[in-house]
Nanobody, 122 residues
């Protein structure tokens, strides 16, 4: 069973940057997809970005396109989420998750990390 551990959350200013990491306990299978989701207070969890483990194919929510970049380091079994030009509305708990389906919806992700808090302030 793959375990996912997020790190890198914290406090950032509006317009600032943070980089989140999602470390997998073992090398994901080649057909795995790693996704990032977020949940703001009082809101439902929403999709942020996803990347295929065996290709450079990526997918982004419209709300983060052009500001966030998802990438991976195969040697470290780690997926990153570089977040630039942060906005107040990016404040949320960010989760990484794994699935074998591209363009999967939330319930189709099989493994989840514990989440890391991102707070954007002025």
């Amino acid at each position: 069973q793959v375990q996912l551990v997020e790190s890198g959350g914290g406090l950032a200013q509006v317009g600032g940057s943070l980089r989140l990491s999602c470390a997998a306990s073992e090398r994901p299978f080649s057909n795995n997809v790693i996704g990032w989701f977020r949940q703001a207070p009082g809101k439902e969890r929403e999709f942020v970005a996803a990347i295929r483990w065996n290709s450079i194919t990526t997918l982004y929510a419209d709300s983060v396109k052009g500001r966030f970049t998802i990438s991976r380091d195969n040697a470290k079994n780690t997926v990153y989420l570089q977040m630039n030009n942060l906005k107040f509305e990016d404040t949320a708990v960010y989760y990484c998750a794994a699935t074998t389906k591209w363009r999967a919806v939330e319930y189709e992700y099989d493994y989840w990390g514990q989440g890391t808090q991102v707070t954007v302030s002025s």
